[in-house]
């Protein structure tokens, strides 16, 4: 299934989630179509974020894999560039 971002309406949705959360409610106990909408809009978010960090993380397995860092630093970069990178830390 093909969906077409639309930025409004996952900001729509993500406002609507927030307050129910802060209620201390489910977004998909009570919006489940726009609880899976969000969901579908997230996941095309994460996609790309991870698509335009590629170069970034075949840099960090390129330096693993030719022993020019450790499992534990490759671990710690990887996860790092991750975290960096997600949808909350855009946000906060």
């Known amino acids: 299934m093909r969906i077409?971002?639309?930025?409004?309406k996952c900001l729509k949705l993500m406002k609507e989630s927030e307050k129910l959360?802060?209620?201390?409610?489910?977004?998909?106990?009570?919006?489940?179509?726009?609880?899976?909408?969000?969901t579908r809009y997230l996941t095309l978010l994460y996609d790309h974020i991870f698509?335009?960090?590629r170069?970034?993380?075949l840099q960090i397995?390129?330096?693993f894999c030719n022993?020019?860092?450790?499992?534990?630093?490759?671990?710690?970069?990887?996860?790092?560039?991750?975290?960096?990178k997600t949808i909350d830390s855009k946000w906060n």
């Open 67 to 84: 022993k020019k860092i450790s499992l534990d630093e490759f671990f710690n970069q990887f996860y790092g560039l991750r975290g960096s």
């Open 21 to 38: 959360r802060q209620e201390r409610r489910s977004f998909w106990d009570y919006e489940k179509g726009k609880s899976n909408e969000l």
């Open 55 to 57: 170069k970034e993380y």
């Open 4 to 8: 077409n971002f639309d930025k409004e």
């Open 51 to 53: 698509w335009q960090s």
């Open 61 to 63: 397995l390129e330096s």
